[in-house]
Every structure is written in C-alpha cells, then in structure tokens.
C-alpha cells in the first residue's frame, strides 16, 4: 500500500514537472512511476511492485469467479423444488494472521453467496463461518485455504 501511495505521489510529481495536469499525463506518470520502482526495487531484491499489483488483480479475479460460481450454486438451490441443503457453521483454522489479511478473507467470504463470516476468535486463530449447504465442511474448508487464503497470502506478503 505504500508503494501505491509513493507511486501516485511520484505521478503527481510527474504531472508538476511536465506541466500538464491531464489525465493521460497522470496515468503515463504512473505508468513511468509503476516501472521506475520496479527497477529500484528488483535491485534491493524486494518485491516487485508490478509483481504484487498482477497478484491482487488474481485475487480479484479469483473473487469474481467464485462470486458467479457461488451465485448459480444458490440460485439453483432455491429454486428446486426440493431445497437439499444443510445449513451449518463451521471452523476454519487460520493462516493469516495480520488484522489486514483476517478481515479481507471474512468479507471475500461473507461477499459470496451462500456463505458468511460469523465471527473470529479471541486468540485470532479461527474463523467460525456460516454456509448455506454444510453437508461436507472439509471441502468448504479446503477450497477457502486454497483458493481465497492462498491468494491473499501471496498477494500481502
């Protein structure tokens, strides 16, 4: 978050500099920001700024998909005439273990349909979740820990 914000300062600079405050010139200073980081940073051995904006992209673009995927389970579940599910909350264990990161995953979690986060306990180790079909919580288990957690893991660290 903080190379975002220097990054956009160095874009405003940008803009200061050449003197003309359009938007293209914003964005073209960010651009030349984004990669004058990139340069820095690849030679300090961080993290590469582009690097981490393509891993939050993959996040977002895993919540998207799980967002349709999630949204079609439960609309096929309330409509059928025989509504088959088993309500339940379970507990999820957590990897993650910054505030940051913590509260990101119970919203991807509670933003998706048929799901929601309850609460976190005192001790910041588990997640306790609401599912509108618990029949199998290993599985909700495993698909949370592989898909959202992973990637917010990859993304922040």
């Given at each position: 978050m903080i190379l975002f914000v220097f990054n956009l300062m160095l874009a405003i600079v940008w803009v200061?500099?050449?003197?003309?405050?359009?938007?293209?010139?914003?964005?073209?200073?960010?651009?030349?920001?984004?990669?004058?980081?990139?340069?820095?940073?690849?030679?300090?051995g961080g993290v590469l700024y582009l690097g981490r904006v393509?891993?939050?992209v993959a996040l977002l673009t895993l919540f998207l998909s799980?967002?349709?995927?999630?949204?079609?389970?439960?609309?096929?579940?309330?409509?059928?005439?025989?509504?088959?599910?088993?309500?339940?909350?379970?507990?999820?264990?957590l990897a993650v273990d910054r505030d940051f990161e913590i509260a990101l995953l119970a919203n991807l979690i509670t933003l998706t349909p048929g799901t929601?986060?309850?609460?976190v306990s005192?001790?910041?180790?588990?997640l306790y979740v609401h599912a509108l079909d618990c029949s199998?919580?290993?599985?909700?288990?495993?698909?949370?820990?592989?898909?959202?957690?992973?990637?917010?893991?990859?993304?922040?660290?």
């Open positions: 200061a500099i050449t003197g003309s405050a359009s938007f293209i010139n914003l964005v073209f200073g960010f651009v030349l920001a984004a990669i004058a980081l990139a340069i820095v940073r690849s030679s300090y393509r891993r939050i799980e967002l349709v995927k999630s949204a079609w389970a439960v609309s096929v579940a309330v409509m059928s005439p025989k509504m088959d599910v088993k309500p339940g909350i379970f507990a999820f264990p929601l986060s309850v609460d005192d001790d910041r180790k588990t199998d919580p290993d599985a909700i288990r495993h698909s949370i820990a592989n898909g959202f957690e992973r990637r917010i893991m990859e993304a922040f660290r």
